[in-house]
């Protein structure tokens, strides 16, 4: 089905238009491969607006053959794309400034030569651009103005330009070779020449500029990409090469044609341009084997069990280890595969984000680096793959849901633990203090009392013995509510003054000192006391506990001997349940009852 | 003897410096707070200091951890804490982080005078003091194989009385009953028990009361 798409693709009109040009920068590639392979008379310089081919010509048809396959690159990634067209532009425009040159082909060849030549600089400019995905919006306008200008230009010179009447190219010009010399004006022709170099002068500093920023800012994003890295390297090379060879170019016309640097700033721009290529092709190369890999995804996330998730595939096979999956909620908001909430992915700098649809719905939204193919995603992720990532969303909603649960369960808990904190607090600080208070009054009363009448003495004296029974009674009846020591001095302490209490022997038979998570200290403490309860009920003879740390969790193992009446522990299971642990009651007619309770530490 | 009391209720305070003024107590500070106790006590240098439990700002062992600092900053000072909590880990916690002079008293018990003056006396003097209620709550305990249980209704008051701290001498005088029969209570009690016997009234509280939660 891909198959059948891509070869859709291969027969639109840019389809046809790039194979043209690809199929005329192989032509021109292969005689200008024969002009300089083959010994013959040395090439001639005819024009220096466009070249100082001679010895540099190699150089030049090297960076124009890493051009073509650049161009192969991006055309077996997507056939007809942007990049494609401008890649082999490049390379047509550097086999003509070669051509120029060459005393071995046709006047007619060396003026199209003349042509196309100057348009190697906004190709050029453009192409980094283009394979990093920044020509867009303002940017579009300034590549548009750049062909225009250079077309005007170029054709402005073409049309005005005899170099048999300059002095400087008379030596080795003939009368004749300029076959498109409509309307010969040399002023008019060489002002344009120079306004050509200067449009260059200030392309290439742009590009430079651009590709520094480019290189800097997604260098603070934290990761970058070496394919990316290659190809600012390339354009920052190739756009400070522009402006040399451009800068040498416009010193030439005044100073003559035998300026070294003329020669030299051309080999300059010939490597920066294959190390401009060479990147191009290798991105491209590389995220064809990426879409290559989408299109299997599939196959990797039906791994069954152990399999990785959508996101650590992506990431391993976009080779972005920052690739980050949200699935939407219903509402607003996203999570992960576990169901943990996490931020909405969203395009920061450097960033994208990529839905995923299935059936108009979105599945999923991929953030990955803004270098990657923004199409990539929701064109080779094909529909096996959809269903998998669906179900993997519909995992994680579960798990999400699961999760919210598990924690309005421990919110419940702990607002009944802190309403039973307060409730013992205010007893303590509250009315046992009035308590406090009237019992001074009374006592003061009492020993004021000694004249009075012996039946009003009784009374204050019962008062006070009463107000002490009531201070007694509260005090008990404020730890009932909530242990304080447990909270204050742990489980240890707080299973210690259980014992106290108990009116059944409670063997402590190992308790650890240390603290654990409030939440894990109460759920074992109250195991404790609910087994202690029916123990006491029961009739049991006693109750032993003992409590182990194992790793990462809290073993509580509570015995009750004799304790037979079997039920289910709501109590424990809630608790225990809401503190993220198990428990487990088994009844046996001979050893009693067993309760294991395994708590999480941290 | 001087005396700073350190309750952030006001009416509690009052009565208590009011109770220990008609003793006969010399109340030269009374604070709210466990940093002007600590400040008092550096200024004053007092005998004792009475300090409750709970106070501001979380209301739970403030006054435990007050105990330890003013022992810091001043030694020799007696501390008296008073309490609302039965629990003995407390107390253990009080007696454990000092060597003697130190008292944990039911908060209770701050309008008996006597029995509150009585604690001042004894922790100034060196001596532990330990509630009787928290005792004998812990003598309670049911036990699956009870120590206490080969012990008579005789040792079992003396084991008790030495669990609060009080010295044979006082034991003797509480009991009426001679030094030299309490000594002997104790070495059989303490034989029974399995403990080391120690002349120190400090370390015997420790002994007996870590024996008996266990």
């Not at chain 1, 108009?360 to 990955?368: P, R």
């Not at chain 1, 006592?443 to 000694?450: E, P, S, T």
């Not at chain 2, 001596?127 to 003598?139: C, G, K, L, S, W």
């Not at chain 2, 044979?168 to 005088?173: D, E, R």
Request: charged share 20%.
């Amino acid at each position: 089905m891909t198959g059948e798409a891509s070869a859709l693709r291969t027969t639109t009109a840019p389809g046809i238009v790039a194979t043209l040009v690809a199929g005329a920068a192989l032509l021109v590639a292969a005689g200008s491969a024969v002009d300089v392979l083959t010994p013959g008379p040395a090439p001639v310089h005819i024009d220096g607006a466009a070249t100082a081919a001679g010895s540099v010509a190699p150089l030049l048809l090297v960076a124009a053959l890493t051009l073509v396959v650049a161009g192969v690159a991006a055309w077996t990634g997507r056939p007809g794309s942007g990049l494609a067209l401008i890649a082999f532009g490049g390379a047509a425009a550097l086999l003509a400034a070669i051509l120029v040159g060459s005393a071995a082909v046709s006047r007619e060849v060396r003026t199209l030569g003349l042509l196309l030549a100057p348009f190697a600089f906004p190709l050029l400019i453009h192409l980094p651009v283009r394979a990093l995905r920044a020509d867009r919006g303002l940017a579009r306008f300034v590549f548009a103005g750049l062909y225009l200008a250079t077309a005007v230009t170029a054709t402005g010179h073409l049309v005005t330009w005899d170099p048999y009447l300059v002095a400087d190219c008379a030596p080795m010009c003939h009368p004749d070779d300029n076959v498109l010399a409509l309307h010969v004006d040399i002023p008019l022709s060489l002002g344009l020449r120079s306004a050509g170099w200067w449009l260059a002068v200030a392309g290439g500093a742009g590009l430079a500029a651009w590709a520094t920023w480019r290189w800097t800012s997604r260098s603070r994003t934290g990761w970058a990409d070496p394919t990316d890295r290659m190809v600012l390297l390339g354009a920052l090379a190739s756009g400070l090469a522009m402006v040399a060879w451009s800068w040498a170019r416009l010193r030439t016309s005044e100073f003559g044609l035998d300026d070294p640097w003329a020669s030299r700033t051309t080999g300059l721009l010939a490597g920066s341009v294959a190390i401009l290529g060479a990147g191009v092709a290798w991105m491209r190369f590389r995220e064809t084997g990426r879409a290559g890999a989408v299109r299997g995804l599939v196959d990797l996330l039906d791994g069954g069990a152990g399999s990785r998730s959508l996101a650590q595939t992506l990431a391993a096979i976009l080779d972005d280890p920052t690739v980050r999956i949200g699935y939407p909620l219903e509402g607003d908001g996203c999570v992960d595969d576990q169901g943990a909430p996490v931020a909405t992915p969203i395009a920061a700098t450097g960033r994208a984000v990529t839905p995923i649809e299935r059936g108009g719905t979105v599945i999923a939204l991929v953030e990955h680096a803004a270098d990657l193919d923004p199409d990539l995603l929701s064109r080779e992720v094909g529909a096996a793959a959809r269903l998998a990532v669906d179900n993997e969303r519909l995992a994680a909603l579960l798990r999400a849901q699961v999760r919210e649960l598990q924690a309005s369960r421990e919110r419940i808990v702990a607002a009944g633990d802190a309403a039973r904190g307060r409730l013992e607090r205010d007893l303590h600080d509250g009315a046992q203090q009035r308590l406090l208070a009237i019992s001074y009054e009374l006592r003061l009363a009492q020993a004021a009392a000694h004249d009075e009448r012996p039946d009003r003495r009784a009374a204050i004296d019962a008062s006070v013995t009463e107000i002490d029974a009531a201070l007694a009674e509260l005090r008990e009846l404020a730890h009932g509510i909530w242990p304080a020591v447990l909270a204050e001095a742990g489980l240890e302490a707080a299973l210690g003054s259980l014992a106290d209490e108990a009116s059944i022997p409670v063997t402590l038979e190992a308790v650890p000192e240390e603290r654990f998570p409030a939440r894990t200290e109460a759920a074992a403490y109250l195991a404790v006391t609910e087994a202690l309860r029916r123990a006491t009920a029961g009739g049991a003879p006693g109750l032993a506990v003992r409590a182990q740390q194992v790793d990462d969790r809290l073993m509580v193992e509570v015995r009750a001997p004799g304790l037979v009446a079997p039920g289910p522990w709501l109590r424990v299971d809630d608790r225990v349940g809401a503190a993220g642990g198990r428990s487990v009651v088994t009844v046996d007619a001979a050893a009693g009852t067993l309760l294991s309770v395994e708590l999480p530490c941290a | 003897m001087r005396v700073i009391v350190a309750e952030d209720v006001l009416l509690t305070r009052e009565g208590i410096v009011h109770l220990l003024s008609e003793a006969g107590v010399d109340v030269v500070a009374a604070v709210e707070d466990a940093d002007a106790l600590l400040r008092e006590t550096a200024r004053l240098h007092p005998d004792a200091v009475i300090v409750d439990i709970r106070m501001p700002p979380s209301h739970t062992d403030e006054g435990l951890v007050a105990a330890s600092r003013v022992r810091d900053a001043v030694p020799g000072t007696a501390v008296v804490v008073l309490s609302q909590y039965l629990e003995p880990a407390y107390a253990l916690r009080l007696l454990e982080g000092h060597e003697d002079h130190v008292g944990y008293l039911l908060k209770d018990r701050v309008f008996h005078p006597a029995v509150l003056v009585d604690a001042l006396r004894r922790v100034t003097e060196g001596e532990t003091v330990v509630d009787p209620t928290i005792v004998a709550r812990i003598m309670g305990r049911k036990r699956a194989h009870d120590p206490l249980a080969d012990l008579s209704v005789r040792e079992r008051e003396v084991l008790a009385l030495a669990a609060e701290g009080l010295s044979n001498k006082a034991i003797a005088a509480r009991l009426f009953v001679t030094d030299r029969t309490v000594e002997a209570h104790m070495a059989s009690v303490f034989a029974k028990l399995g403990l080391a016997e120690t002349p120190d009234a400090h370390r015997r509280v420790l002994a007996v009361l870590a024996l008996l939660r266990a």
